[in-house]
């Protein structure tokens, strides 16, 4: 069975950055795709980032193209979020989820497993 446990949230001011890690146990961290989706209060989740089984591949959506970087380690079975330039529209509820496929994977309803979540907080 996976599991993914994410870490790294926290309270932030506009501006600044933070590192999401997401650790994958139970299968081989390799055999899967990984992204990041978010859920702000009273909306729906939302891609975020996305990277191939070997990390060559990446997608971003439009709102955070140029500010975050999605990276993985198949060593240390983890996946990284760098948000740089965060700002009070990033705050939100950050997930990390796994599908077993080699390519990107930018469709939430796709993705098999997903953490429990944590919370990203950005002030103004």
């Known amino acids: 069975q996976v599991q993914l446990v994410e870490s790294g949230g926290g309270l932030v001011q506009a501006g600044g950055s933070l590192r999401l890690s997401c650790a994958l146990s139970?299968?081989?961290?390799?055999?899967?795709?990984m992204g990041w989706l978010r859920q702000a209060l009273g909306k729906e989740r939302e891609f975020v980032a996305a990277?191939?089984?070997?990390?060559?591949?990446?997608s971003y959506a439009d709102s955070v193209k140029g500010r975050f970087t999605i990276s993985r380690d198949n060593a240390k079975n983890t996946v990284y979020l760098q948000m740089n330039s965060l700002k009070p529209e990033d705050t939100a509820v950050y997930y990390c989820?796994?599908?077993?496929?080699?390519?990107?994977?930018?469709?939430?309803?796709?993705?098999?497993?997903w953490g429990q979540g944590t919370q990203v907080t950005v002030s103004s």
């Open positions: 989820a796994a599908i077993a496929t080699l390519g990107v994977v930018t469709t939430k309803n796709k993705y098999d497993y």
């Open positions: 139970g299968r081989t961290f390799s055999n899967y795709a």
């Open positions: 990277i191939s089984w070997s990390g060559v591949c990446t």
